[in-house]
T-cell receptor
Framework: DTGVSQNPRHKITKRGQNVTFRCDPI?????LYWYRQTLGQGPEFLTY????????KSRLLSDRFSAERPKGSFSTLEIQRTEQGDSAMYLC?????????????FGAGTRLSVL | QKEVEQNSGPLSVPEGAIASLNCTYS??????FFWYRQYSGKSPELIMS????GDKEDGRFTAQLNKASQYVSLLIRDSQPSDSATYLC??????????????FGKGTLLTVNP
């Protein structure tokens, strides 16, 4: 499978617990993005990496959220002390800028339910 | 004013008809424009990208961009029931360095009736 891979696909947790999601981008892509999507809304940007450097974080990304991309390969998104409002689909995308074009390809997402 | 606006729908068309989906954006610095299709419970899938004014055709899909009016549309010809999905309009703009984050609209739900 050469697409963007996300694990787990579903996560159910209790409020206050920590959760971690993983994203494996398309292998030659140097840019990686995290988005969050709630029901009836379009995806909202959370953060973005170019190689291993985290270049932008949205104001949506509170201090309970942390993302890493060690060695510029896979990425993890951790949410500490989860709240019910964190329930959403977390989408990862990757891209390779080529001739000025930047097409982002999305993974299947991780659906988080906080009880 | 929201950055990217779409009619949420639902838009219902009969099979074989033309479906017309519209999107407006507020930032004149927007440079790249995308239409993604999202089936219920699935991830967004790129349908079309467009970067300059005018029309761009790919099979049954035509994207239209008018930067002066800050308007982008997607036409789907010969609509099929399998086209039933939410269509997301997304734009990117530069801010500071080479930032290409996507800003999405809420999406328009399209239903194609057999």
């Amino acid at each position: 499978d050469t697409g963007v891979s996300q694990n787990p696909r579903h996560k159910i947790t209790k409020r206050g617990q920590n959760v971690t999601f993983r994203c494996d981008p398309i292998s030659e892509h140097n840019r990686l993005y995290w988005y969050r999507q709630t029901l009836g809304q379009g995806p909202e940007f959370l953060t973005y990496f170019q190689n291993e450097a985290q270049l932008e974080k949205s104001r949506l990304l509170s201090d309970r959220f942390s993302a890493e991309r060690p060695k510029g390969s896979f990425s993890t998104l951790e949410i500490q002390r989860t709240e019910q409002g964190d329930s959403a689909m977390y989408l990862c995308a990757s891209s390779l800028v080529r001739q000025g074009e930047n097409i982002q390809y999305f993974g299947a997402g991780t659906r988080l339910s906080v009880l | 004013q929201k950055e990217v606006e779409q009619n949420s729908g639902p838009l219902s068309v009969p099979e074989g008809a033309i479906a017309s989906l519209n999107c407006t954006y507020s930032d004149r610095g927007s440079q790249s424009f995308f239409w993604y299709r999202q089936y219920s419970g699935k991830s967004p899938e790129l349908i079309m990208s467009i970067y300059s004014n005018g029309d761009k055709e790919d099979g049954r899909f035509t994207a239209q961009l008018n930067k002066a009016s800050q308007y982008v549309s997607l036409l789907i010809r010969d609509s099929q029931p399998s086209d039933s999905a939410t269509y997301l309009c997304a734009v990117t703009r530069r801010s500071g360095g080479s930032n290409y984050k996507l800003t999405f609209g809420k999406g328009t739900l399209l239903t194609v009736n057999p």
